[in-house]
DNA sequence: GTTTTCTAATTGTCTGGCATTTGAAAGGCA
DNA sequence: TGCCTTTCAAATGCCAGACAATTAGAAAAC
């Protein structure tokens, strides 16, 4: 692990980028403890504070952590997909803001992906999966809750969806897809009849799910992507002839 | 933006999580300055090393960026696709090797997800995306080429495949899941016969592709997750028994 | 043998300072 | 006037040294 002082980087990028390459192919192993920061200051020929930037730094990423005491210092984190799920949130929703990435593409992305765990769902889903979303959709059905709440019992619904895949990875890569899209389905208001028809279509997924049909909850899925469009088109064009008034 | 000197968590995390909120929540928007370090550290109550390791953490997510000189300071970054790529392969990847996911899992998470791609692309993909995929096939067919380089191309092929959807939310989320299989493939020892059934299911992709037709790339790609799974197993048995004798 | 106290190690934070970079203003020159 | 050079000030990058807070383990007291 060496460090040029005459790079163009920050040292603290530099020594940060160092640990993370030692921790990605394996010199330093899930819970071994690093050097205190007196050692590495010395190790790498810089003070204290420029070595506990790159902790942080790393520390941000959740590669490792620290712990105060006798005992303390920082440690080599088992990245689970617990804590890798805000993370991939908080990006995947700044990337949607920030690039003015059009409700359709978005819209787009999330069903096309879906669709891909629907048939590994239906093959796998739990009972609990299953209770998760009626409630959901017992949920949704109430009136009187507002915009958000109906949005949140949504996103909620299709989590327990992707989830009765079984498979982690899925769950972890779709997690960005499914929930950076709140923001943005924020922005609709949702009349009465669009709620029911998508407690209608949401009861169609849960039914198709129940009876282990893969491609029926595919063509649900297909038609709540159709309605979600039509819907937000309507929305949008709506407050464009209102702002152009 | 408050924070509590009381609590237990690090004044920097506390410091960072604030002006994280105000970035994800549109308070601070793009390319804005933020206060300089010694004007922070006035606003938070707190001392100027501890802003320093603050704004350090929210480099390392690339939420901004710091210049130096007269006219510099910490910026809010536009968050680009391009930048958000390798966190997410890094992180993708330590998911992977930290959580011992099997091969297994991974590829079937891979696959689907490409599948879902597949009618996208089928329908967008543009002569370069063909072109890449192309040249690929025609590396992979080369003797002499590597396991390592093998995979490498492999990856670049199935790139060009989910970049044909022309859908950047697309893009995004599925580099994770095809790159960080990388180190995986890299433990399969690719037969002269085993490649040559990867090209050939690869040509079968270009081609569906290419007359547009979402299917048959579908049906193409569940091929190859077949092959590959099958292969994967017969490495890894081949690996158990020469370990256990 | 158990409880309490002490101690050493380590991270968390602060103060103060110097080095480096960089844009912009001030000044000089044609 | 217009252009070039110099100077300056603001900001980050980095360092040295110190103290506070926390924690586990060792030592001492009971």
Redesign the interface.
Known sequence: MKIDPDSPADL??QI?GAI?DA??D?TLI?DERLPSEAELAEHFNVSR?TV???L??????S?IRTQRGATGGAFVN????EA?YP??I??????????A?KFE??C???Y??E???A??SAERRTPDHLATMRAEIHRQGQPGLTDEAFCASDVAFHRALVDG?C????S???A??VEAMQPLMNMITFTARSRSRIVEIHTAIADALEEHHGLKTQEALSSLEQETQALATSVFEAKARAASE
Do not use: D, H, W
């Open positions: 603290s990028a940060a993370r921790i990605v394996g899930v504070p506990r930037e790159a942080k730094r790393l520390a941000a990423q590669l088992r990245l689970s997909f890798a993370q991939q908080t990006t995947s929703t700044l990337l949607l803001s920030m690039n990435v593409t978005a787009e992305a999330r096309a992906l669709r891909a765990c048939p590994l895949a498979n982690p990875v899925l972890y890569q779709l960005g897809a």
